[in-house]
């Protein structure tokens, strides 16, 4: 078969489409984005389902629908976007699947480009189903067929976790012979998918009694090993994922004197662990994320007879991710970590594009504002979070995607005035829409400002499903027509935006503000395309 120089994420499309996958569901997010954006060119996946969603939840359920339909599916999303679909991907564990259901999700240890550095196996093994971590670029791409396997075998969700390094490092990729897609077929047993109680309690009890085989089935799984046979036993190892490949960087020609567990499917393979325990001295757990395998075996089975080191006891530090020269250190060997960087190297912090229109919006909101001091501005996640920075230093808050209208309006029910509510476009598609709502049926007094760049553009770049419907929606949700107001954010209409500002401010209810003019970096796309 042929192979391919890809990406993690990329190998993981290329291998959900080989594997006879009928579509793909998604809402971008770093590091995650690149498996849609590479179906979305892909030739192969033409008529296969490839557009963005609104939302994680919205993505997640469209993908329950379609594992409903017999089809091979994905999910994908970053791993806060997991905390947006939590609801029905917990229930899935209890529906089960049908045709067979990924969930994708990329973590960002050491948030390189995220607001918290969660670790979604908790996500898994809290929702009690087989979790997948590939270690490389080929365990992304058969993941993909297995995933599948075991999901139709068991009629359960499979979640497969990824983390930065590997969904954005690039590798040979073997391909495999193409499955065919399967047919529409609806589920034999039409209660499946139905979560009243009397039925989730016997869902339950079977989720409950799947455990024991899905712990078999790590046991022999292809992307477990367990070589416990070593020369020296004062350590033995437990690594997870990526930490897999920093172990093997650590020893010339990957000659490792130690005992050795991998895992990259969970959940753990008790047995095998147990005589790792047994035969050596202590034990060294390598883990991308938080030290969820570590916790469980510090837990009561093991009492702390012997030494388990890994981040809780400072062997690896808490938090943040791992790389070699961590894990080498940890093994107990020299540190070479490169020199520290010279003074002279200035620190350079993101800034907003040059020309950027949120810029301007920006601008011009801190000069309506000016009598009011700060602290009025709740702001949300996209590239105008980068209004906190000098020199708008223009915002207050940025907790979760769509917390801008509902802590404006928490802040002017509690009597703050004025409050004002910063949202991205894709943003407010995102989960701006219920806050708004929330804020009519009050008659808040708060402006909204939903800053249209026309995209999506602090993840590069994509579609989302609200363009060119933001007034409509606003309307349609019960915004009165007259406190929609447009303008074009541009330095020589500053006076116009400014008025509007403070007219929107000055009246006592909910009022929407809409800053339109496209991103730069999409225009220059444009014309570069164009030519
Ligand atoms: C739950 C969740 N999903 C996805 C992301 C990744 N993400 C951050 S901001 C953003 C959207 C930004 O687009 P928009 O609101 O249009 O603002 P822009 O960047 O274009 O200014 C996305 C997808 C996230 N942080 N949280
Ligand atoms: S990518 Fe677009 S929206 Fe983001 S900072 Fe640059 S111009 Fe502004």
Redesign the pocket.
């Known amino acids: 078969m042929d192979a391919l120089m890809l990406l993690g994420d990329e190998a993981l499309a290329q291998g959900a489409l080989d594997a006879g996958i009928s579509g793909f569901f998604a809402?971008?997010?770093?590091p995650s984005t690149e498996i849609m954006e590479y179906v979305q060119r892909s030739k192969q996946a033409e008529g296969l389902h490839r557009t963005w969603s609104s939302?994680?939840k919205t993505a997640m359920e469209s993908a329950i629908g379609m594992s409903y339909t017999g089809k091979r599916t994905m999910v994908m999303?970053?791993h806060?976007?997991l905390?947006?679909a939590a609801d029905p991907f917990m229930n899935s564990a209890f529906t089960g699947a049908h045709g067979g259901l990924i969930v994708t999700v990329a973590d960002d240890p050491s948030m390189h480009s995220?607001?918290n550095e969660q670790d979604s196996r908790f996500y898994g093994k809290f929702a009690m189903i087989p979790t997948l971590e590939p270690s490389n670029q080929q365990e992304c791409y058969d993941m993909a067929f297995y995933g599948f396997q075991l999901s139709e075998q068991y009629r359960i969700p499979v979640l497969i976790r990824l983390t930065t390094r590997l969904s954005h490092s690039r590798s040979g990729v073997v391909r495999r012979e193409k499955l065919a897609q399967n047919p529409l077929k609806k589920p034999d047993d039409l209660f499946q998918f139905m979560l009243l109680p009397a039925i989730a309690r016997k869902k339950y009890k079977h989720l409950i009694e799947l455990q024991k085989d899905f712990v078999n089935e790590s046991a022999s799984s292809p992307f477990n090993s367990f070589a416990l046979k070593a020369k020296d036993y004062s350590k033995g190892i437990i690594c997870t994922g990526l930490a897999f490949n920093y172990l093997n960087e650590a020893f010339k020609g990957r000659e490792i004197p130690y005992p050795v567990v991998k895992i990259c499917q969970y959940p753990l393979p008790a047995e095998q662990i147990h005589q790792l325990y047994d035969t050596c001295d202590s034990l060294l757990i390598l883990e991308e994320g938080m030290p969820l395998v570590e916790e469980q075996l510090k837990g009561l089975a093991f009492k702390g007879q012997k030494p388990i080191h890994g981040r809780l006891d400072g062997t690896l530090t808490r938090d943040g991710e791992l790389n070699p020269n961590k894990v080498a250190v940890a093994l107990g060997m020299e540190d070479t970590y490169g020199s520290p960087v010279p003074e002279i190297v200035a620190g350079r912090p993101p800034m907003l594009c040059v020309g950027c229109p949120?810029a301007d919006s920006y601008l011009a909101l801190n000069e309506a504002l000016e009598q009011y001091g700060r602290g009025h501005v709740f702001s949300?996640?996209?590239?105008?979070t980068l209004g906190f920075l000098p020199p708008y230093n223009a915002i207050n808050s940025c907790v979760?995607?769509g917390a801008s209208i509902t802590m404006a309006k928490g802040a002017a029910d509690g009597g703050l005035f004025p409050a004002i509510a910063v949202?991205?476009?894709?943003?407010?598609a995102?989960s701006g829409l219920t806050g708004l709502l929330d804020c009519v049926y009050d008659k808040t007094n708060i402006v909204i400002v939903i800053?249209d760049?026309s995209?999506?553009?602090?993840?590069g770049g994509q579609d989302?499903t609200a363009f060119g419907k933001l007034e409509e929606i606003c309307l349609g949700l019960g915004v009165e027509r007259e406190h929609i107001r447009v303008f074009v954010p541009f330095k020589k209409n500053y006076p116009e935006m400014i008025q509007i500002y403070k007219d929107e401010m000055a009246y006592k209810g909910v009022s929407v503000i809409i800053p339109r003019r496209e991103?730069v970096q999409t225009l220059k796309k444009k014309h570069k395309m164009e030519g």
């Open positions: 809402y971008p997010g770093t939302n994680e999303m970053k806060v976007g905390n947006v995220s607001q949120h949300d996640i996209g590239c105008y979760d995607m949202i991205g476009d894709s943003t407010f995102h800053l760049n995209t999506t553009g602090m993840t989302y991103c």
